[in-house]
């Protein structure tokens, strides 16, 4: 089963960066690091779900035109409207995945430490819903803890392995080290390299 809505609404119960975002040198390596994965410098537009308080959409929002971001928690939400508040470009809205995926197309989907949290079928899903919104050249990015976490359906290993057998999509990026899986597949498999005419 999935992790259920209470489970993060509790985690921001009275804590506004339940996981140290903000504090953490770790978590703000790994931002530079998932923003330097990107192979493009802006993308048309990004959908970021799972997005909680807000601290990697504040770093996307320069790299687009277009941001939507969402989570289940609806404190989540509030802290990355907040967070968010100087882009005109970018939305934040409450929504559960896969049930509630939205209906726009994206030239970027970022999953982070997201996937884990959703059983097998929810996953298969979500899977399903993300390559449906996806453009014809869309890319999609996924970072994920690898230790286990208590009470979540999958590991690291399982969702990027799950991801790279159901996407289909060329992978033209990845960072794997003993704390976290970083992967970036794309539709069209065109490299930095060869976008700036150098193959």
């Given at each position: 089963m999935s992790v259920a809505t209470p489970y993060f609404d509790e985690l921001f119960a009275g804590n506004d960066d339940p996981w140290a975002?903000?504090?953490?040198?770790?978590?703000?390596?790994?931002?530079a690091l998932t923003l330097a994965m990107l192979t493009r410098p802006r993308y048309a537009s990004i959908f970021e779900p799972g997005c909680a308080n807000g601290?990697?959409?504040?770093?996307?929002?320069?790299?687009?035109?277009?941001?939507?971001?969402?989570?289940?928690?609806?404190?989540?939400?509030s802290l990355a409207q907040a967070r968010l508040q100087g882009f005109s470009h970018a939305t934040v809205q409450q929504s559960r995945l896969p049930e509630q995926w939205p209906s726009e197309t994206f030239e970027l989907i970022v999953l982070s430490e997201l996937c884990y949290y959703l059983d097998p079928k929810d996953f298969d899903e979500l899977i399903d819903r993300a390559l449906a919104s996806l453009t014809p050249d869309?890319?999609?990015?996924?970072?994920?803890?690898?230790?286990?976490?208590?009470?979540?359906?999958?590991?690291?290993?399982?969702?990027?392995?799950?991801?790279?057998?159901?996407?289909?999509?060329?992978?033209?990026?990845?960072?794997?080290?003993?704390?976290?899986?970083?992967?970036?597949?794309?539709?069209?498999?065109?490299?930095?390299?060869?976008?700036?005419?150098?193959?």
């Open positions: 975002f903000r504090q953490r040198w770790y978590e703000q390596r790994k931002r601290e990697l959409s504040f770093e996307l929002a320069p790299r687009c035109d277009r941001l939507l971001c969402c989570d289940t928690a609806q404190a989540a939400v869309g890319q999609i990015l996924a970072c994920h803890w690898r230790p286990v976490i208590e009470g979540c359906p999958q590991t690291a290993e399982q969702v990027h392995a799950r991801l790279g057998q159901r996407l289909g999509m060329p992978h033209l990026a990845q960072h794997h080290e003993s704390d976290f899986l970083l992967d970036l597949w794309s539709r069209d498999g065109t490299t930095v390299a060869t976008l700036e005419g150098l193959r």
